[in-house]
């Protein structure tokens, strides 16, 4: 009988969860029961993104009226991969080697591999996902290859001071009149504050709103929204396909005619929320905004402002909450903060990843004469991004 396995040193409770920068290190052991020829033992270390979807591409051809045209459609299938790692070590032989002989018994083969500080963590969404994993590969110059392959995970640790722009208090304001001529209308100004850009998570975010209403057109409420895009990009052929998420949603009451007012909203930030990652994903773009609009009565459009944010693990330091002399005197009205019924569904999706996460196994063997199949990462599932989270520990 021959075996191959491949060990991780990993100090996650043998989960396997690794940061950018780190040095990974493992084993590969050899077992045989009897001496045996081999050209060759490898180590692969690999990380790739990748998307895919597929959308109908609909065309009209013919007569330029519609009822002698005809509509055509067909199935166009984007998909982009991005390698993010790569990294191939032979133990012994080399690529179209000579055979050689290994006696039989328990060999023991080291490996190491620096990671790159720029990788992004690992991430599984609709449309494409982020996996890293370890190959090693026995090769027999007679017979099919014997393959074994365990994934890891990278999470990011990333801190928001090493980004100075993010300390910026952020100031919006919107002015506008209703009616024309001699029916136009006194200004309403809104306006809207947050104290900096970047947040972590665990974090409260404060949202300030001030309204002065000189006009004749009432504020029914405000409501504030935390945003989720995420971007996909495809390369073959080129397109972009983008998610939209409200995370949380929060509400504040209305402004009368001739009423100025301010209002105090927070919200929490989970520790489960993933990170933006545009300064290191190419082709899986996560971004947040907090979206703030003051619901005008009748049918007027809406007062609209948006704040795009970053979320990282590791917060500002000493950084000042934005406060308004002017406001200190006033008693705020009553806010009314609640959690947006899709939160509640992806709090209790996550949990459900986690726990089968927990029964599936961490390796698999397979026999064949080329390489692993993509689709079995999905046999051999790492930890999820929030479950790393909870049992990793910030580098500082």
């Not at 136009?184 to 002065?212: D, H, R, W």
Request: hydrophobic share 35%.
């Amino acid at each position: 009988m021959t075996n191959v396995e491949i060990k991780l040193e990993s100090n996650s409770e043998g989960k396997n969860v690794f940061c950018p920068g780190h040095l990974l290190k493992g084993t590969v052991t050899l077992t045989l029961e009897e001496n045996k020829k081999f050209r060759g033992l490898y180590i692969k270390i690999f990380g790739r993104a990748k998307v895919h979807w597929a959308e109908n591409d609909g065309k009209r051809t013919g007569g330029g009226h519609v009822m002698s045209s005809i509509f055509t459609s067909k199935k166009v299938v984007h998909e982009s991969v991005e390698i993010l790692l790569d990294s191939t070590t032979y133990f012994f032989g080399e690529l179209y080697g000579q055979d050689i002989q290994i006696n039989q018994g328990i060999h023991q083969y080291n490996f190491e591999c620096q990671l790159p500080d720029n990788l992004p963590y690992t991430l599984d969404m609709k449309y494409g996902s982020v996996a890293y994993y370890t190959e090693s590969v026995l090769e027999n110059s007679f017979g099919p290859y014997k393959t074994v392959r365990k994934t890891f995970t990278i999470v990011r640790f990333d801190d928001l001071n090493l980004f100075p722009e993010l300390r910026k208090v952020r100031n919006i304001e919107r002015v506008v009149t209703f009616g024309f001529a001699l029916w136009k209308s006194k200004p309403l100004v809104m306006n809207a504050i947050i104290s900096c850009t970047g947040f972590a998570v665990g974090q409260n975010v404060p949202v300030t709103i001030e309204y002065k209403n000189s006009s004749n057109v009432e504020i029914l409420r405000s409501k504030v929204t935390l945003l989720r895009r995420v971007t996909y990009t495809s390369h073959d052929p080129i397109a972009k396909k983008v998610e939209n998420e409200k995370i949380f949603v929060a509400y504040a009451a209305g402004v009368k005619q001739g009423e100025s007012k301010s209002f105090n909203v927070k919200f929490y930030i989970p520790l489960s929320m993933k990170s933006s990652n545009r300064r290191y994903c190419p082709i899986i773009a996560i971004d947040y905004a907090i979206e703030v609009i003051g619901e005008v009565n009748g049918y007027h459009k809406n007062l609209t402002i948006l704040f795009p944010i970053t979320i990282a693990s590791l917060p500002l330091r000493n950084n000042q909450l934005y406060t308004d002399p002017n406001n200190i005197s006033r008693t705020p009205e009553i806010i009314d903060t609640r959690l947006n019924p899709l939160n509640e569904l992806i709090q209790r999706q996550y949990s459900q990843q986690i726990s089968q996460t927990s029964n599936l196994s961490n390796s698999t063997q397979t026999s064949k004469t080329t390489s692993v199949a993509e689709n079995q990462l999905k046999s051999d599932m790492p930890p999820t991004f929030e479950e790393a989270l909870s049992m990793s520990k910030p580098i500082r």
